[in-house]
């Protein structure tokens, strides 16, 4: 299968982009093989690549490699063992990890997060699908992997005429509940019942700060606190009053007895509607000297940007208004389409409806094993901000 692109639309590929929409395709010669690898070349003939296409896809085709080499399960093998060898240079001796992220690994559509033996797959590509036994092949040979857990339920699947699915690709279901420590700290897994992959990597090094801004007198307030981790760093770091709301009654359990298992089981962990405990805090006129905002993506599209904003701005002016002076809040956004310009806007209006000010005292981006590719906007998805509240 050969797909040749429109005049000029392999710009964004020959800079690194990995998408091929398409509407960014003028002709496909040969039989068309849904899921499967397809040659690619300009609209002058010139040979680009290979990627896997899909033709029921918008974003139509997944670019791999420039060179004419072989699509197959040593190619995926490679790419894994690159991914980690990566990671191990820069942190050698940690244990839990993403160990493939998707186009920012040079495997798009693909997520693999890995906890010691155990592992969380995503696909999100139809090509890579049709690799997912050799995937489990990888991870059970080369990685030593004693539990693969599939969890296969986003939207992104659907757009890719994929179905939407949970499961056990290797081990049994003890097997997944597992628990590891990260930063000193332990974490209960549950790979089959843990919210997207089983476990959130990205803010590991984030919630390391929190271990700096918080003393033994500290009032920590832990907003969208999933299963603890900002809470509990709080706590490794001496704070004694901390409190931890999420909406999930699952997170809550899990967060109890991870606090429970680290001997924090002076943490308080609240199982509320974000918005409505804003408001009974307001009546009680509790103030705190720190606030953790971490919540969920508020838009998957464009579209709903402005709605996105509103929210953004309530959370965040009403975090500043239950701070003391000269307090701290991290604050974050996993909003691809909500861009740091955007997110600092949001920021000082909420500080202006708030009647504070507000300095940026730090950035935070994912963790070192979420790179973002700079050619490639869609990698780079979250945004935090360290402010300091007068």
């Known amino acids: 299968m050969k797909i040749f692109l429109k005049k000029n639309e392999e710009r964004r590929i020959n800079i690194g982009h990995q998408w091929i929409f398409s509407n960014e395709i003028e002709k496909i010669e040969g039989e068309i093989i849904d899921g499967g690898v397809a040659e690619i070349y300009s609209n002058r003939g010139s040979y680009l690549g290979q990627g896997l296409y899909n033709k029921h896809s918008l974003i139509a085709m997944r670019f791999l490699t420039s060179t004419d080499e072989a699509i197959d399960k040593e190619f995926f093998r490679k790419r894994i063992k690159t991914a980690e060898q990566r990671r191990m240079k820069v942190h050698p001796d940690r244990k839990s990890f993403r160990l493939c992220n998707s186009e920012s690994d040079f495997l798009p559509g693909l997520i693999i997060d890995k906890f010691d033996d155990i592992f969380s797959l995503q696909i999100f590509s139809k090509g890579v699908e049709v690799f997912k036994q050799d995937i489990c092949d990888i991870l059970a040979e080369d990685f030593g992997a004693a539990f693969i857990a599939e969890k296969n339920d986003s939207e992104l699947r659907t757009l890719e005429g994929l179905e939407k699915k949970e499961g056990i690709l290797l081990g049994s279901e003890e097997n997944g509940i597992r628990q590891t420590e990260i930063d000193g700290i332990k974490y209960n897994l549950n790979l089959l019942k843990g919210q997207k992959t089983g476990f959130y990597l990205d803010q590991a090094f984030n919630r390391l700060k929190i271990r700096g801004y918080v003393s033994e007198n500290s009032s920590v307030l832990d907003l969208f606190c999933n299963e603890g981790g900002f809470a ?133 981006n994912c963790t070192y094993d979420h790179p973002v590719l700079p050619q490639m906007p869609e990698t780079k998805y979250l945004k935090g901000y360290i402010l300091y509240i007068n």
């Open 232 to 364: 509990m760093n709080a706590a490794f770091a001496g704070c004694k009053k901390i409190t931890g709301v999420d909406s999930s009654g699952h997170s809550i359990e899990t967060a109890k007895k991870n606090s429970s298992d680290n001997g924090f089981d002076f943490i308080k962990y609240e199982c509320r509607d974000i918005f409505e405990y804003f408001d009974e805090q307001f009546q009680s006129k509790e103030k705190y000297n720190l606030i953790v905002l971490d919540p969920p993506s508020f838009t998957k599209s464009r579209k709903n940007i402005p709605t996105a904003v509103k929210g953004y701005t309530e959370l965040n002016y009403k975090a500043m208004r239950l701070l003391h002076k000269n307090s701290f809040l991290f604050t974050y956004s996993c909003s691809h389409h909500i861009t740091e310009k955007q997110f600092e806007e949001i920021l000082v209006k909420s500080a202006e409806t708030a009647g504070r000010k507000i300095q940026i005292i730090d950035f935070a």
